[in-house]
Structure formats: C-alpha cells, structure tokens
C-alpha cells in the first residue's frame, strides 16, 4: 500500500537541506529507501555535460564528481536516451530494446532499472538512476507515483541547492575579492612605508660627508650598513674592477648576522664571464633562484652553495661612462622576491657610490696638486735657502780672504820688527858703554823721548800687536768655517767649531751697548764633537736660532733700565750631549720673552712670523727644520713660556 506517512517524510527530508552535498546525499537515500532498490546513481546536467554526482547502496552513500561518459559502469545509451525523451523508462520486460542495444546489459542476468529525468518547470536538471537486483514487478504504479513525487521535490531542491550554491560561491567571490583587496591595500601601504624608508634612507646617504670628502673606505661602511637596512637583506658588498678588469675586488662586505665588514676577496672576471657580460649590459640584475639563473649560477659550487645564498639583487656601478663595479645585495636561506622599489633602490646606491669614486677622484687630483705646489714651494724655498748661504758663504769667505792677506803680512813683518828692535837696543847699550860722556844735546834728546820707557814698552807692544794678528787670523778661521760649501755627500764636521764661528759673527750683536749690557753666552759642550752633517747648512740653523734669541731680547728689554737689565741679565745657554750611542742633542736656550702656544705651533710654518711687516720672511725656522729633518733625519723642537724664554732642541745622527 502507498505509505504517504514515509512519503511526506522523504519529500520533508529531501526538502529540509540547501546545502548542495547534503541535498545530494538525502534524495539518493530517500529513493533507495522509498524504492527498494539496491544501487541509486544521481548525474545532474553541467551545461552540456551530464555528472555522476551521488552513487547510494544499501551499505554507503558516495558523494562525487565525474563526468559521464560510455566508459562509466552505467548504461550510457539508456541515460542519453531518457535525456533526450525526458520520459520515464524501465527495463523489466519492458524497452528491451534500450537494453539489447547498451553495452551495459551484455550479461545473463541484467538488473531491473528504472531511469527516469528530473525536471523543473519542464526543463531538465539531472535524471535518477535505479537498480534493482531482486525479482521483477518491483517498480509498481504506486512507485511510479512515489517516484513522480520525490523527483519533482528533488528538482526543486537541487534548483533551490543550485541557487544557494551560486549564492554561496558568490559571496566567497565576493570575500575573496575583499581579502584581495584588503592584501592589495596592505601591500600598498607596506611599499608606501618601503619607499619612504628608502627616500630616508637615499637623503641620509646624500649627506654623508665621506661621500663628498672622497673617503672611500668610511663611504662603503656606511653606504652597506644603510643599504642592508634599508633592503633588508643578509649581505651587502661593493665589488670593483682592477686595472684593465684583471681583477674583480671586495673593497667592502657588511653581514648583518655578525654586524661585522671585511674586504680583500678576490675574483678572476674571466672565471665567470656570463655574470661579467650581465652586468655590463643591464644596470639591475635581480635573480630571484640565484643558483640557477643563467646570469648568476657561475657563482653556485664556489660561492652560492657554501654561504646558503639563495637570491641576488646586483647594480651596475658606472664610471666615465663604463662599469667599474658593483654594489650585491645577498638574501641567506629563503628565496627572495625583489620589488621594484628595492631595485631602484640599489640603482640610486650605485649612483652615490659613482659620487664617492668621482669625490675621491677629486680629492687625489687636488692631493697631486697640492703635493705639486708644495715640491716646487719646497724648491723654491731651498733655492732661495742655497743662494742666500752662497751669496753669505761668499761674502765672509771674501771678507775672510782680504782679512787673511794683511793679517800675513804683519804676522810675517812683527818678528823681524822684534829684531831689529833688540839689535838697536844693543847698539845704543854698546853706544852708551864706549862713549860714557855724550853731547848734552844727545843726552837732551835721550831725555826727551824717555829711552828707558822705550827700551820696556817697545817690545811689549810689538807683543800686543803679534796678539792682535793672532786674533784676527782666528776670526779668519771662523769666517772660513761657518763658510764652507757643501759638497753633495754628508762629511765629518765638528758642530762645536760650528756654534763657536756662528757666535764669532754675531758677536756685535751680544756685546755692551748704550741700552743694554753684553748678552751673556754659556757654553756647556758635553757631547762628541765630530758629526757627518752638511757643515754649511747646519751653520745656517744655528745662525738663525741664536739669531731669533738676541732678538727675543728687544722684547724682554722693552721698559727696562740698563741697571735692571744689569741684574738680571740676558742670557743664552748651549749645552750639547751625547744621548746614545746614535744621537748627540743640542740644546739652545734663552730667557727672552717666549711665546704663547698658538705662536709655538705655527713657529714652523712657512711664512710664519712674529716680526713687523718689512722686517722678516717668515723662512728661517722653517728651513731650520727641512735641513734638520729632512736632510739629516734628526728632529727640531720648540718648547716656550710666555715671560720666561725659548728653548730649541735639536736630535742629530751622530752618523
């Protein structure tokens, strides 16, 4: 009997779900239940394709998708034949003909099978499928009428299911275009915040001073740390060619594991000539699999490999037009994806790096130059330091000379003066013994010119003048001395003869005069006489030092009286010992008027000087010091106080 009770339950249970699945699931097993049969196959229409999309047993209920075809294990011409007629057809006894014609039913014992479409509002939504293994006359009328009932319910399901799963696959279109939107967004503000990064990070980089002072070393430091910052990255480095591109050289690798830089690696370009080529021909190489990328995998087994690199994103540094170099940003461990900004980025980075090797570039034209100005300022100053010793060397050896001639001459006359002298005092005795009684007028003239005075002053004072002649052959010698002409190799020279003809001519300067009393000089000589020195030159800077202390003098003696210029007198001090076994100093001190500390460190400064405009070149310590340091590889010092004095130190080899 037709059960409407379990009718109106299957058709509530088939009626109760939306869920496209579900739905699926409860109209195959209500059919099977409210059917009888042993296996219910639900296919549903997908545009021109017919879907297997629910196989229900008695043990199990499958929900799939596949598509129909005449290798699927049901009777394929029986199903397109209920498509095409939309009519209800069972294969028991009835429509044999279906059955002998589908290869579904080459058996002995063929199942009964009903087959029947599902339709809403006439149009076609699937059709149902059932078998039956038991005996014949199962699909009754009243079945049939069952059967009526719950596939019309079951298209209109399967419609609503339809409807709802458009719905549904809608609004997850619709969420996934939000989320889209929303990554899209938070990408935007991310690059956003990326690039303001980068303009920061570009400005900081601008305003290095290194960068504009050409210091390159200090330069490549900063410009890695910040890129590494900036992008992100495991490693930083700036490569540059060698000459002729023999060389590919890291001047500077910052790892920001161990926040520590190294340089010196080295590279043949001809090891790897597909990178080479790469980077002359592109500005920007951005290898996301470094390690099998044509234009980076040269670097896999020797470099990629061994430091876990993955991704490389390499700029071009350019110089005069051609590729010196360049600046490799190195991702460790995981695969990197470079944005374009980044890229650009390290673009801009190379650029600055271009600046800094032009500001560098700069700076050691400017060096070259300056050394330049320096030599022929040094060139001139020796020039001008040799003809002025020349023209003095010249000028006292004349002045030498011409004293020498008349001092020979004297010296070589006094003796035979003395002579004669005693001869005629012993003539005149004789004179006297043999004629006792003389002409009163010989005897008034032997009064008047006081004989005996004459027979005792006389050869005291041709004593004195041989004293005199003596003196100034000595001042000859000094003369001479202080005079000599370099040669071009260092000779052996005695530096205390040398101080004593220095003193010897500036002796009208130290004497007495109507200001002030003589200028007292102490000589302390402790240390070894002979030195190997230019003799000339090194005359010239104890002329100049002890110069610049008598004239220290004026200042200390400005409003002063004679008498307290009397008590507490001018002084200068030479004291010489021998400091070791290689060295002798010499040590030149006065109580003048010193000088303040900003004085004393431009004391050797070319040009430098404390006298008024007209009175001074500015030269003499400074050649002082070129003869002392460079010329002989000893050392010139200044040490002073205001009020109390100067006082120079001189270190000389003794060989």
């Not at 545009?47 to 049901?74: F, H």
């Not at 220095?502 to 007292?520: E, G, S, V, Y």
């Not at 003869?627 to 006082?647: A, E, F, N, R, W």
């Amino acid at each position: 009997m037709l059960d409407l009770t379990a009718v109106l339950k299957a058709s509530q249970s088939i009626s109760s779900t939306i869920e496209l699945d579900s739905c699926l699931y409860q109209i195959a097993q209500n059919i099977l239940q409210n059917l009888g049969g042993t296996r219910c196959v639900l296919l549903l229409l997908n545009g021109d394709e017919l879907q297997v999309c629910a196989i229900a047993t008695p043990e199990k209920t499958e929900i799939l998708t596949a598509t129909l075809t005449e290798d699927t294990p049901l009777p394929f011409c029986l199903i397109q034949h209920v498509r095409c007629t939309k009519e209800i057809v069972i294969i028991d006894g009835d429509h044999r003909d279906l059955a002998l014609s589908d290869p579904y039913f080459d058996r002995q014992n063929p199942p009964i099978i009903l087959c029947s479409p599902l339709l809403h509002q006439d149009q076609l939504k699937g059709i149902l499928y059932l078998e039956n293994q038991s005996a014949s006359g199962v699909f009754t009328h009243d079945c049939i009428t069952i059967l009526n009932h719950l596939c019309t319910q079951a298209a209109i399901s399967l419609e609503h299911a339809f409807l709802y799963q458009k719905d549904e696959n809608y609004i997850k279109q619709l969420e996934e275009s939000i989320q889209t939107l929303q990554e899209t967004q938070k990408q935007f503000m991310q690059d956003e915040e990326n690039m303001q990064m980068q303009v920061l990070a570009m400005f900081e980089l601008a305003q290095l001073q290194s960068i504009h002072l050409g210091n390159l070393e200090q330069a490549f430091h900063e410009i890695t740390e910040v890129t590494a910052r900036t992008v992100n990255t495991s490693r930083v480095s700036i490569w540059l060619f060698g000459k002729n591109h023999t060389k590919f050289q890291c001047v500077d690798l910052f790892d920001t594991k161990s926040m520590s830089h190294s340089q010196g690696a080295e590279l043949s370009p001809t090891d790897y000539p597909y990178y080479i080529e790469a980077i002359g021909k592109w500005p920007i190489l951005a290898a996301e699999a470094a390690q099998i990328d044509p234009r980076t995998c040269e670097f896999t087994e020797g470099y990629l490999i061994p430091l876990n690199i993955v991704s490389m994103l390499d700029a071009s540094i350019y110089l005069d037009g051609n590729t010196c170099g360049v600046v490799c940003c190195e991702q460790v461990a995981q695969t990197r994806q470079w944005s374009r900004s980044e890229q650009n980025f390290v673009r801009s980075v190379a650029n600055l790096i271009t600046l800094a090797l032009e500001s560098n570039r700069r700076q050691e034209e400017a060096q070259r130059l300056e050394q330049s100005l320096d030599e022929l300022a040094q060139t001139q100053l020796q020039m001008i330091q040799q003809e002025k010793m020349a023209s003095l060397g010249n000028l006292v050896a004349g002045v030498a000379h011409e004293i020498n001639n008349p001092a020979s001459f004297l010296q070589g006359n006094i003796k035979p003066a003395q002579e004669y002298v005693e001869d005629l005092f012993g003539l005149i005795d004789l004179y006297q013994k043999k004629v006792p009684e003389t002409d009163p007028e010989i005897q008034q003239a032997i009064a008047a010119i006081d004989l005996e005075f004459i027979r005792e002053d006389l050869p005291n004072l041709l004593n004195s003048m041989n004293a005199g002649v003596d003196r100034i052959r000595d001042i000859s010698t000094s003369l001479r001395t202080f005079s000599r002409k370099d040669e071009e190799y260092k000779t052996t020279f005695n530096i205390h003869d040398g101080i004593d003809s220095t003193l010897l001519i500036l002796k009208h300067r130290t004497k007495a005069n109507d200001d002030r009393p003589k200028i007292r000089v102490i000589k302390e000589y402790g240390a070894p006489s002979n030195v190997q020195c230019f003799p000339g030159q090194l005359n010239q800077v104890f002329m100049n030092i002890l110069a610049n202390a008598i004239e220290a003098f004026e200042g200390v003696n400005q409003g002063k009286t004679y008498a307290e210029i009397e008590a507490n007198p001018n002084c200068i001090r030479i004291h010489t010992l021998r400091v070791d076994e290689d060295y002798v100093q010499i040590r030149i001190q006065d109580n003048g008027c010193g000088m303040d500390m900003e004085t004393q460190k431009r004391i050797f400064e070319q040009g430098f000087t404390t006298k008024e405009v007209g009175k001074g070149t500015g030269l003499g310590m400074t050649i002082s010091q070129q003869i002392i340091v460079q010329k002989h590889g000893g050392t010139l010092t200044c040490d002073s106080t205001p009020g109390q004095g100067t006082t120079f130190v001189i270190m000389l080899p003794i060989t």
